[in-house]
């Protein structure tokens, strides 16, 4: 199965900007949409941002807009959150998600049509 590791999490202050990366094992990576997730503490997990199979659809949470930017190099079996204009708001465990059934129905937002998942890495914004 996928195996996916995030990285780049940590702390920032207000306005600041990170930019996270997930790193994603399997030959058929390049068939998979992709998307980030977050989740505060005593909230339920939430969609930040998707991205197609081919790279040509994304996808944002409103929260988000203008201010983060998804991405992925297929070469790398990689794919990236650029995090901009960061919020205290933003603060919460990033999620890095695949969707196998990517190639035939594009992006999706709702976690459950998510098959695989990341551990986790933290980000943090301090005012």
């Known amino acids: 199965q996928v195996q996916l590791v995030e990285s780049g999490g940590g702390l920032v202050q207000t306005g600041g900007s990170l930019r996270l990366s997930c790193a994603a094992s399997?030959?058929?990576?390049?068939?998979?949409?992709m998307g980030w997730f977050r989740q505060a503490p005593g909230k339920e997990r939430e969609f930040v941002a998707a991205?197609?199979?081919?790279?040509?659809?994304?996808l944002y949470a409103d929260s988000v807009k203008g201010r983060f930017t998804i991405s992925r190099d297929n070469a790398k079996n990689t794919v990236y959150l650029q995090m901009n204009s960061l919020k205290p708001e933003d603060t919460a465990v990033y999620y890095c998600?695949?969707?196998?059934?990517?190639?035939?129905?594009?992006?999706?937002?709702?976690?459950?049509?998510?098959?695989?998942w990341g551990q986790g890495t933290q980000v943090t914004v301090s005012s």
């Open positions: 998600a695949a969707d196998s059934q990517g190639i035939d129905r594009g992006v999706v937002t709702t976690r459950y049509d998510y098959d695989y």
């Open positions: 399997g030959r058929t990576f390049s068939s998979y949409a």
């Open positions: 991205i197609g199979w081919s790279g040509k659809r994304s």
